[in-house]
């Protein structure tokens, strides 16, 4: 199926929906298609059907989506925070192995908060109260 092109008519009767659903999915993001050289016609991937479809066969309800939370992949989300990549992880494009070696917890609490002003300096504690104290 991998590489495998499907028609707007063939997409529509595997989702069993309209094309006017089907170009619905592609306007929100949920399907991707192309345009077919030489025809008004688009063409979907196979395997983007297929995924949309088991997604609508587990549905909405809470207990179904967490007994299928990874049938669909690792979850792909955008982030300037961490990206994971070749097996390793980076916070803001450092790689975490190389900062847990040469950073401190403060050096690394910096990069993560992208902060300018050092949090941890004594002009930003708290007062040392009492109760801070015994804490």
Known sequence: M???????????RRLGVS???LYAYVSRGLLRS????GRRDRRYRADDISRLKR???????????????????????ESALTLI???????????????ART??????????????EPPFSDDNLPPMTTALRRA
């Open 55 to 77: 997604r609508r066969e587990v549905g909405r309800k809470a207990e179904s989506i967490a007994n299928h939370a990874l049938d669909f992949g690792t979850p792909v989300l």
């Open 85 to 99: 990549e070749d097996n390793r992880l980076y916070y803001r494009g450092r790689d975490t192995t190389e900062l």
């Open 2 to 12: 991998a590489g495998e092109w499907l028609t707007s008519r063939e997409a529509a």
């Open 103 to 116: 950073a401190s917890l403060e050096e690394v609490a910096c990069l993560l908060w992208d902060c300018g």
């Open 34 to 37: 192309e345009a077919t050289e």
């Open 19 to 21: 094309a006017a659903t």
